[in-house]
Each structure stands twice: as structure tokens, then as C-alpha cells.
């Protein structure tokens, strides 16, 4: 009995010591990191502000399907090329995006009671005034069916204002920040699903609606937008969020062809929108003159993924892969948004190639577009390459491609700097980045989550239970002045925290390439029947 006692005790001591065994038996190669090390966090050697300036200052923005997205194309084409890439090219997705759509001018001005410039962005998708338009603006609110009688006949040629402007705070926290060791340590912890739950924002009106009750409000909106061009108004003004002259701009329109006719709708600084609206309300008349030119494009080569390898040795059959969405809004020029994440990404395989460590499986790049319509580029890319999930069949259809992936890293949060990485649910592969974070902990890399993140491109990977990874990163001013706003410029780019992330993210790649196994992976799970991944937004900690 004594001896049968020892034995179990043995058993469950050798039990308790195997994720520790596991961890101390992967295998952390620190003379290729510090290679990588010295070229990536190099000021000299680093290229990574000068692929962001050439993305933000020459080459943005780039909205999916837009001339600029086509042109910025080709020159990340040619810069991967000249690093040495092979079979660097563009590759369409299905489906079909719909029409590209690209602002050529645009000017607003205040001419009376008293001139003052507008600060204001056209939303896309939208239609443009064919040429300078000045009118009086007017407050009209379409909330019922009594309101149509109550504008009818009196809007034609006019600035239609279509809510009241909101209470602007004062702005007493900093609007950059870095986490905490409390919040990276409350990110670090297991959410515990429970009858308690930390207080959340109300769900929409919308959200909690019957079927029919949002078909009526699909139809309702549909006829009040039908109203504003039977009436011939100018333009549509709406309040942005944000505050101090930041515009925050996104879609305002249809992508199809076919879709019905509509107004030029114009987001305002909430500083200006306040002050047009206090006017009207004291009888004072506004006049606005207007010129903006928006255009449509039908060319389906201006709507691609760009693709670009670091060939493997002895496993090139097998991939790892690293990207961040190519497309960006039109305001800004997409700095942190997602220029950042791509010129790290390019970073990362300059690093790779200039360091000429030898990689055993294959790096391949990925720059997606559409990411902010839905995810469209990478979840085409998955579709076409690995493999996919029918609704319909409630069935994977996976691709010989599904069983040599790797790994994929994505970047996409701005451009602060890394603080850790989250799991996606993936608890078996955390011993394994254990080992790969410790010779970086004190680069600030020191954080590792179980939690899901969602909103960009590794969840499309995810999705087919490859493993998808999205960074841990400083906030910094990423969803406070930056995330999709006329402030998401170069001059909000971090020089120092994006090339911790180009080097933290070049020695997690290389890791990966060069392990003898493949990375533990999530079971193959069917998704939810209802809804899927969206687009691309700041971190879900």
C-alpha cells in the first residue's frame, strides 16, 4: 500500500510538472533574437517610419476600390519586390466589393450671418453636388409620418441639419495613454461568465426590435431618404463625434450599382455643427456654400490582398503568415489605421531577410482589403486557400493548405507599442509563448490572455480554427482622436513603439518558422448559426 501510495504521489507530481516541462522544453533560439534585436530596434537600420510615411504622406488614404487603394498597390508591390520577396503579387477576392469610390474636392464654407471655414469630411459612398452649391441651412427632423407634411415643398437647395448637436465635455483626461501593470494585469485574467456581470452599455433600440419591427424601420428610413432627394436639398448635415475639430467619417452610401439615388450627406465638427444649430434656433439665417466632387468606379482591379514570401528551407510547404488590412477611411490618411500595422508587417520581413537567419518554413505577407466593410479581403483569402464553414451545410470545407498552416499574426490596433498577446481561447499554446516572451519582457512584452479580441483579420483565420493571433498594445490615442478621424495622420505615429512591435512580432514569426512542430490549435468548432466577424475597431480586452 505504501509503495502504490508513492507511486501516485510520483504520478501527480510528473502531472503537475508538465506544462512546466513543456514550457521548458520549447526551444527559444537568443542568438537569432538578438540579431533581430539589433536590426529591428536599430534607428539607422529600421525602415518602418519611412514605409509608414510613404503609406500615410504620399500613398493614403486608400479606401477599398478607390484610384489611391490601386496606386498604393503598387508600390508596396515594388517595395516587397526590391526587399527580396518572392512571388510578390495582388489577388482579387470573392465576392464582388461593389463600386470604389474616391473624394476629388471638397469645401464647405459659412458665408453669413458671419464667414467661417467649415471643418467637415463627406461621408463615403456618397454623391457629390455637381459643382458649387450654396443655399440656407435648415433644421429637419424626419422622425414620423407626420414630419414629411410638416418639410414638404421647403427644403429644395437647402443644408438640412438632421439631429441636434450633443453636449461637448471638457476634455479633463488625456486623450494618450499607456496601460497599467493593474489593467494588463486584470487583461491577463480569465473572464468568468456569471450571473454577475460588470455594467454594459443599454443595447440599442434597434437591437431589440422584432423582425417585423425592423422591417418597418428599414422601409421608414428607406422613404425618408427617398424624400430628401424628391426634395432637392443640397446636402445632408450631420454633428461627428469627437471633439476639438476631429471628424470621425465613415460609409454614408450604397456600394451597389443599382442602388437608388441619394444626397450628399457631410459630417461637421462638432464645434461648427453647435454653432450653425444655436443660430437657426435664434431665427438667425445661415448661408453655406458647398463644392464636392465624389466619384464611383466600376474596376474590379482596383480591389485586391497584396501577397508577398520569404521562401522556407526544409518545410516550405508549411506557412506562417503576419498582416494588417491595407484599406483605410478617407479622412487622415490612415496612419494608425491601418498604415501602421502594414508598414510593421514590412518591417518585419525586412528584418527577416536582412538578419539572414534561415527560415525552415515558409513567411508569408498578407495586406488585406475590405477590412472595414466586414473582414472582406482576409475572409476571401481563408475561403480560397484553407478552407471555409457552409451555413447552409453546417459543414467545414477545408483545403490541403488547412493542415500545413502554422500560424498567423496580425497588427491592427495603432501604434503603440506591445504589451503581450492574447490566446483566442487557444490555452494550449500558452506554454509555448511563455517561452517566446521571456527574452522580450524587458522590452515591456510581458502579458499573455486567454481572452478573444476581436475585429480584424486574424479572426477570419480563426474562424476555421487556424491559429489567429491579434497583439496586446498600448492604446495610446487609438479610439480616443485617431480610429477612423481626420486625425489619423503620420504625426500621431509613435517612432520608438513601432519598432518595438516590428522586432517583438519578427521574433515571434521566426520562432514559429523555425519550430519543429506545428502550434497547437483550437478544436474545429462550427460558429455561431447567426452573425460573424465585423470590422475593424480598437481591442475587446
Not at 505615429?493 to 512591435?501: C, E, G, H, S, T
Request: aromatic share 10%; glycine share 10%; net charge neutral.
Amino acid at each position: 500500500m505504501r509503495n502504490l501510495k508513492t507511486i501516485l504521489a510520483l504520478v501527480c507530481l510528473l502531472v503537475l510538472a508538465l506544462p512546466a516541462v513543456t514550457q521548458q522544453n520549447e526551444p527559444v533560439d537568443l542568438d537569432a533574437i538578438y540579431k533581430i534585436k539589433q536590426e529591428g530596434l536599430g534607428v539607422r537600420n529600421s525602415k518602418v517610419m519611412e514605409y509608414a510615411s510613404y503609406l500615410t504622406d504620399v500613398y493614403g488614404p486608400r479606401l477599398t476600390g478607390s484610384p489611391e487603394y490601386k496606386v498604393a498597390g503598387d508600390w508596396t508591390v515594388k517595395t516587397l519586390t526590391e526587399l527580396g520577396l518572392a512571388n510578390v503579387h495582388t489577388e482579387p477576392w470573392a465576392p464582388p466589393f461593389g463600386r470604389g469610390w474616391s473624394n476629388e474636392r471638397f469645401s464647405a464654407q459659412v458665408t453669413a450671418p458671419n464667414p467661417f471655414p467649415l471643418i467637415a469630411y463627406p461621408l463615403a459612398w456618397t454623391p457629390g453636388t455637381n459643382g458649387p452649391v450654396s443655399g440656407e441651412a435648415v433644421y429637419a427632423s424626419i422622425e414620423r409620418e407626420e414630419d414629411f407634411a410638416k418639410f414638404q415643398g421647403k427644403l429644395r437647395g437647402k443644408f438640412v441639419l438632421t439631429a441636434e448637436p450633443r453636449a461637448v465635455p471638457a476634455l479633463w483626461d488625456p486623450l494618450g495613454r499607456r496601460y497599467t501593470d493593474e489593467e494588463l494585469a486584470n487583461i491577463a485574467q480569465q473572464p468568468i461568465p456569471g450571473a454577475i456581470r460588470a455594467p454594459q452599455a443599454a443595447p440599442s433600440p434597434f437591437a431589440q426590435m422584432t423582425p417585423a419591427e425592423r422591417q418597418a424601420r428599414r422601409e421608414f428610413a428607406d422613404k425618408v431618404a427617398k424624400f430628401w432627394v424628391d426634395e432637392g436639398v443640397a446636402a445632408l448635415l450631420q454633428p461627428s463625434q469627437g471633439t476639438g475639430g476631429t471628424v470621425f467619417a465613415g460609409g454614408g452610401g450604397s456600394r451597389e450599382a443599382n442602388a437608388p439615388p441619394s444626397v450628399p450627406r457631410v459630417a461637421v465638427a462638432i464645434e461648427h455643427y453647435g454653432r450653425i444649430y444655436r443660430m437657426l434656433e435664434k431665427n438667425v439665417p445661415v448661408t453655406i456654400e458647398m463644392n464636392i466632387e465624389n466619384k464611383f468606379y466600376d474596376d474590379p482591379s482596383m480591389t485586391f490582398n497584396i501577397l508577398g514570401e520569404l521562401p522556407g528551407t526544409d518545410k516550405p510547404d508549411e506557412v506562417v503568415m503576419i498582416g494588417g488590412h491595407f484599406d483605410t477611411w478617407h479622412t487622415g490618411t490612415g496612419a494608425t489605421d491601418n498604415s501602421a500595422g502594414c508598414a510593421v508587417m514590412m518591417e518585419v520581413m525586412r528584418i527577416l531577410k536582412a538578419s539572414g537567419l534561415k527560415l525552415r518554413r515558409t513567411v508569408r505577407i498578407g495586406l488585406w482589403g475590405g477590412e472595414e466593410q466586414g473582414l472582406l479581403g482576409s475572409r476571401g483569402y481563408v475561403a480560397a486557400t484553407f478552407g471555409s464553414f457552409n451555413q447552409q451545410t453546417r459543414q467545414f470545407d477545408l483545403k490541403p493548405a488547412h493542415a500545413k498552416f502554422q500560424a498567423y499574426f496580425n497588427i491592427d490596433n495603432g501604434t503603440g507599442r506591445l504589451r503581450g498577446i492574447y490566446l483566442q481561447g487557444n490555452e494550449a499554446i500558452r506554454p509555448v509563448f511563455q517561452r517566446w516572451v521571456e527574452p522580450l519582457r524587458d522590452m515591456g512584452m510581458t502579458t499573455i490572455s486567454i481572452r478573444n479580441t476581436g475585429g480584424t483579420d486574424h479572426q477570419s483565420f480563426d474562424a476555421v480554427s487556424l491559429p489567429g493571433f491579434q497583439f496586446i498594445q498600448d492604446p495610446v490615442e487609438y479610439g480616443t482622436r485617431t480610429h477612423h478621424s481626420n486625425m489619423d495622420v503620420y504625426e500621431r505615429l509613435q517612432p520608438d513603439d513601432m519598432r518595438q512591435i516590428a522586432t517583438i512580432v519578427a521574433v515571434f514569426v521566426y520562432q514559429a518558422a523555425n519550430r519543429d512542430q506545428l502550434l497547437p490549435r483550437k478544436p474545429l468548432t462550427p460558429p455561431p448559426a447567426r452573425g460573424g466577424p465585423g470590422g475593424g475597431g480598437p481591442p475587446m480586452p
